[in-house]
Each structure stands twice: as C-alpha cells, then as structure tokens.
C-alpha cells in the first residue's frame, strides 16, 4: 500500500467508523475524541493533538466540513478546503481516524462514536464542552489541555493578511 493510500484510510465515513469502532473496543483500546476546524495546521495543533492521543490508546478527530467552518468562522474561511485539512490531519501519526461532520458542533458525532476520553483545549476550561453530558453520563473523561501560547489560526492568517 502506497503512503498516501494508508493516510486515505485514516479518514473514515460513519459506517466504516462504526466497523472500526468495534473492533478498537474489543481489543479494550480507550478512545480519545476531539474536534476542531483545523484550518491551517501550526505548532499548537501538533501538540495539542499528540498530548490528546496520550490520554489513551485512540485519537479520532472530528472535522469541520467546509460549510460548518464558514458558518462558524465567516465566508473567508477555511482557508483550505476539507479534504486538504483532512489528508493532513490524517498524515500524523498520532491520529487514528478523522471524520467529517457537516452540524456546527460535534455533538452528534460523539454520541455516536461515545469515546472514553473528550479533549478540548484550556481555553475551554470553565466552558460548557459540546458533548460533556454524553462523556459524564458513560463515566468518561472530560480533559483540557494546555494550548501552545502565540498559535492560533486566526492569528496566523491575520498576520499572513499583513506581509508584503
């Protein structure tokens, strides 16, 4: 299997999720969740993302679709489209599984995947967490990590707005 095949194989529709999902729960594995838009991929998305996949056994992030993040974040954005965020996402090794998801939050997905572990960055610390209630009611985790100070999307593209 070519490089990029094994990096494609990472991003998974729902039913072929599901499938998955089976089959990581009977080899006990303990399944961390997050999500995000993660339009331009810096230093604090790499490793919030390799501190969150350290909590367990699993990483799957759950992914903006391109409509989701325009509503979100405005008719400028994302910067690039799903599949790209997608495939690079996909490209680390520290992650298992990347699905997209069209709602503007995650909730449904995670009620779906019901993961052991949700993970969400400090900036969400004191926050109602999309999803938290599904995590409380299984006994699973609820964790914030600590992001990586002077990195954000946002702040990188408005710097990118301002170089000659």
């Known amino acids: 299997m070519e490089k990029l095949d094994i990096v494609r194989n990472k991003i998974y529709t729902w039913d072929r ?3 998955q999902l089976t089959v990581w729960r009977f080899k006990e594995k303990k399944i961390v969740f997050t999500n ?10 790499i490793e919030y993302l ?9 990483l799957i992030i ?11 974040k ?3 954005r994302p910067i690039n489209n799903e599949e790209a965020r997608a495939i690079t996402l996909a490209s680390l090794l520290f ?8 709602e503007d939050t995650p909730y449904n997905i995670i009620q779906l995947i019901q993961p052991d572990i949700l993970v ?10 999309v999803g938290s209630d599904i995590l409380k009611a299984k006994g699973g985790e609820i964790i ?3 992001l990586v100070k002077g990195y954000s999307t946002t702040h990188t593209i408005d710097l990118s707005e301002h170089t000659p």
């Not at 995000?36 to 998305?45: A, N, Q």
């Not at 759950?62 to 979100?72: A, C, H, P, Q």
């Not at 992650?95 to 069209?102: C, E």
């Open 17 to 19: 999720l599901q499938k």
């Open 74 to 76: 405005g008719p400028n």
């Open 120 to 129: 969400k960055g400090k900036d969400y610390e004191g926050k109602e967490i």
């Open 50 to 58: 390799s501190k969150a996949r350290d909590l367990g056994h699993i």
């Open 36 to 45: 995000g838009c993660f339009d331009v991929i810096h230093l604090g998305h």
């Open 95 to 102: 992650v298992d599984a990347v699905i997209l998801f069209g």
């Open 62 to 72: 759950g992914l903006n679709s391109d409509e989701s993040v325009r509503r979100i």
């Open 144 to 146: 914030t990590i600590d």
